[in-house]
């Protein structure tokens, strides 16, 4: 089950009415309750006491700091620390999860600092958060302090006595906090000491001459030349007396061969000309905030320390999402534009920051976003289709083209930096009226309900959408890319839509959708986005071979990193698998990268590895390879860390593409709780998997998944095994190491659970002496998932990387993986009791 799938599926009583608080409306579901704690105040402390200050939290439950402080130590929790304010900002989505099913919506509010108002934004444009969160809100009483019984502090104590029996010496520290890796990547790293000559009256050269010489400057001497003869994205680097000679057209070519010149492992002996095939080459920020990124300014996630990683890996963009109604004032929409001011001057000072390390900024736009009924009270002729409770604002008007290219335009003449923009026209928003009218399918779009759109075609109302807003960006700049990302094109839209889009822009299609699948005995095909299934597809290669033709450019996009095969890991280390893919698309000719959605922006060496196939020339598959290796793992490691990269790529190709991806637990592994009674509530797209194993199977067998991935991490620990016999060089390698063993437990678990549920499902109506045989095999699993728990908690408390994504945040931190080992005790308690087994009918 793919994003488009899930969202096909979802029970239309259950959609998302958005507007106001809306959702408040929808039927109630029962939250799930947790026996491991001795009642919901004690779980309201463990599931916060890293997440938010105690006076917050007393604040909430009406307490004082030290009665809930009191709570903590009895459970065995180390002291609280404090949680800086820029880790409260990063942090909201976990917050939120983390007690969803624990307090009212009104006290989610209060524990985050919020106002109603904007709790709802962040449901609604947090990268589809309501969705990811289950939709319906469980039901919870309001939460108030009162002393614990003397039963209850017993059970709290029996909480501490566990703690200590799992961790010698019990619970000392909590690890690293979580966030401190972006102080890690904002850092920027010592230069190598050149002297960097560059022409006068260039700003970005000059900041990376800086850089690149802020070691002292005593080191060898770069002369950097512009001149108008070559191509733009390419450049010249020839070795002189006293050091090197780089020449380029711009200065961004000039800054890429700086950095072109640092990786070298060896001085260049000779002149070397180097051609740029792919560009653009723009990623997603490994931890910009996602919902409204220009009014945060650093927390945008574009800090110096980053930006230079970026740049190093080989990336000359970075994309960010922008919402056009608060870009721009309006003088058709008075109620547009709120705070355009501060975004503007934010937008600016990242596009100027960008530029120093020859990057630029794209603005992912979504447009033009659809209004609730109120909205069109006062503008009843732009009222188009209907979706849930909103409408879309009428491409096919007048007005709101004007609107959308005065805006877009705006955009550009205030930020004339901006690199450019990529746009949806297909997604879970409703944008235009034919957005949500069937585009996703093998048909022609529908507008029903639009008195203009319903006599029109899709492919005509997108492109003159598309033509609108190229219109407004080129009356400011003749040199910005635009992009139009084919998510959610038919293939008969796309086929009639391509060849009407304006000659000066481009077509983003991803790579490995539809590519097609045979595992398990089991045929599917890539929905979406996928590493194990390695690119391209005939869907991209259908599209891109129409843009071509029409002498557009040719975008691949793709995901170098991670998908949502396994996300909570900043990269997968299947480099082979990411090199064949880059050996198919130079082959088919693309002409440019996104190498990223919002998990995948981490500057790592899978991206600087693939960055090598958007130059000419380049050195061969192996010698990219064995120079990552190297460069990881010095010269004695290099072959037994191809050898680790090759077994993860073929185990990897194991995995069982055609599973519900989105609700799977693999990206919570052994944090996901086990469920002894059936909680009957369907899985949250990403955030909670709950039980729901049967929605987790997809095209499957369930016992073809749990078979699957079993093999998959049976064969993903001899990777792991290589990995630990090499002597670590350096901290790329350590966390490499982490995220090598991170894929391994969450493969595993990810069996378990699916092993675990079968069992509990089969126990009802089994015999005497088979229900007894289940009953011992669920206490070995439940005992292996409080082992794989602990192994994981000792990896994630020493990075705080590990469980990460930009779009969802932290899926668990060590404190979920110790109640992970409470939830495990609690359920081979209640089997080794005579527990019934599975006694609820599952309703998920």
Known sequence: MERRTFLKAVPPALLWPWGGNAHAALPPVRAVPEPHFPNRLYQFVWRNWDLVNLDRMAQVVKAQPSDLAQLGSEMGLPAKRPVSADTQRRIYITVIKQNWHVLPEAQIIQLLGWDAERFEFTLKEDDFLEHKLGLAKPACEELRYTAPSAQERTKAAAIHSSLSRALPGGVKSLGQPRFAFVEQLSALEAGPGWQVQVPQGRSALAAAARRFGQAGGRGKRIEVVLTEAGSAGSFTVEPTAEGARITAVTERAAIRGLYALRSQQQWPAGK??????????????????????????????????????????????????????????????????????????????????????????????????????????KHPGLKGTQDKNVFAMCTSTQEVRDWLRESIGHVFQKAPGLGGILTITMSENHTNCFSHGGAWGDRDPKATGCPRCSQRTGADTIAEFIQTLRDGVREHSRTAEIMSYDWGWGTPMAKSLIPKLPKDTSVISISEWSQPVFRGGVKTEVGEYSMSVVGPGPRASRNWKLAKERGLGAIAKTQFNNTWEISAVPYIPVLPLVLDHCENLAQEGITGVMASWTCGGYPSSN???????????????????????????????????????????????????????????????????????????????????????KSWKGAYPAETVRDLMAKLAKHWGDGVAILEKIRLAGKEAALELAIARTCHTHFESTANQLEFYLLRDEAPGAAAEREKQIRARLIAIAERERVLALQQYAVVREESLIGYEASNHYYYTPIDLLEKVLNCEQVMAELRGGAPIGSTKEKA
Do not use: C
Not at 284 to 298: C, N, V
Not at 302 to 327: E, H, K, M, S
Not at 349 to 358: C, D, I, M, P, Q
Not at 632 to 655: D, H, N, P, R
């Open 272 to 377: 070397t000309s180097t051609k740029e095939i792919w560009a653009p080459r723009f990623l997603y920020s490994y931890f910009a905030l996602y919902g409204d990124p220009l009014m945060e300014g650093d927390a945008a996630g574009l800090p110096d320390g980053y930006l230079d990683r970026a740049a190093d890996g080989g990336a000359d963009g970075v994309w960010i999402q922008g919402v056009l109604n608060t870009l721009a004032p309006a003088h058709r929409f008075p109620e547009f534009g709120k705070g355009w001011e501060t975004r503007i001057r934010n937008l600016n000072a990242l596009v100027e920051r960008a530029g120093r390390y020859g990057l630029n900024i794209y603005l992912y736009l979504n447009e033009p976003r659809a209004m609730p009924a109120e909205f069109f009270a």
């Open 607 to 693: 991206l600087r590895a693939s960055s090598a196939y958007a130059f000419e020339p380049r050195p061969s598959r192996d010698q990219i390879l064995m120079h990552e290796a190297t460069r990881l793992y010095g010269v004695e490691g290099a072959k037994e860390a191809v050898s680790a990269w090759t077994v993860f790529s073929e185990a990897f190709q194991s995995f069982p593409y055609g599973v519900a991806i989105y609700v799977l637990p693999v990206q919570h592994g052994p944090a996901n709780p086990l469920r002894l009674q059936p909680t009957g509530l369907a899985p949250g797209m990403i955030l909670f998997p709950y039980d729901a194993y």
